[in-house]
């Protein structure tokens, strides 16, 4: 009796187990997909900015500079 009730709580952690690791592996799988996306995003984004070209800086007021566009 006593067997047999150790043996079904390691059979339970056993399966608790497992769910977890089936979540932690969709989580990651989600995780590298993300990643990939805001990756392209990230090159989409610097492609755009890479056609501005800055002409030159003039003192503003408060000391700060600005940068004006070509």
């Given amino acids: 009796m006593q ?3 150790g043996v ?3 059979t339970a952690a056993v399966e608790q187990l497992n769910a977890v690791t089936q979540q932690v592996a969709a989580n990651a799988e989600e995780s590298a997909s993300a ?3 805001l990756a392209g995003q990230s090159q ?3 492609a755009m900015v890479a ?3 800055l002409a030159s800086t003039s003192q503003t007021s408060g ?8």
């Fill in 8 to 10: 079904n709580q390691i």
């Fill in 44 to 46: 989409t984004l610097n």
């Fill in 35 to 37: 990643s990939e996306e």
């Fill in 63 to 70: 000391g700060r500079r600005r940068l004006r566009a070509a």
């Fill in 3 to 5: 067997q047999r009730d």
């Fill in 51 to 53: 056609t501005f070209e």
